[in-house]
């Protein structure tokens, strides 16, 4: 198979991945004018699909597969990294608690990451590769406009990953 139709295979398999997510909502997620009110006791985090162990995700509010807004959290370990993508729309970052490292390019270099600790946010333009990893166990806010999509640079990287973590 062309290096061309395994991305675009892995691209159709995330995306199917995260667009499950909506059954994982802790809102109801119609696009009314209806306020959205959820606790911090109501938020559950569920295995994150389509990545590998230990990264938990919830859905906030959307559809991924739509063109609405979004906002989802991921909590994930320490140590966790998610190696270089893109997005097709842009993506809104907050941390909410520990360390995000987050950086620009094709391949995670640590040395050239930007330490964003609760509060710290960051804008991602579309198309924009970047990659992020954590100290320390961390939640981060992710708010974008759907549909969401996510595009490894080397998506046989991310594979290798997600292999090892359920071995």
Aim: aromatic share 8%.
């Amino acid at each position: 198979m062309r290096q061309s139709s395994k991305k675009i295979l892995f691209i159709i398999s995330l995306s199917t991945s995260l667009i499950a997510l909506s059954g994982l909502s802790a809102a109801d997620n119609n696009q009314s004018a209806s306020p959205i009110l959820i606790k911090a006791d109501d938020v559950k985090f569920h295995p994150a699909p389509g990545f590998p162990k230990g990264a938990q995700i919830v859905l906030l509010r959307g559809d991924l597969s739509q063109a609405v807004p979004y906002t989802i959290r991921f909590k994930l370990p320490d140590g966790f990294v998610i190696p270089s993508h893109w997005h097709s729309t842009d993506e809104e970052v907050t941390v909410l608690s520990g360390t995000l490292n987050v950086g620009m390019g094709d391949k995670v270099d640590k040395s050239q990451s930007t330490a964003l600790t609760p509060g710290g946010f960051q804008i991602v333009p579309a198309n924009a590769h970047h990659y992020v990893w954590t100290t320390g166990e961390t939640i981060m806010q992710l708010d974008g406009m759907g549909p969401r999509t996510t595009v490894f640079v080397n998506p046989a990287e991310w594979n290798e990953m997600i292999r090892k973590s359920n071995s």
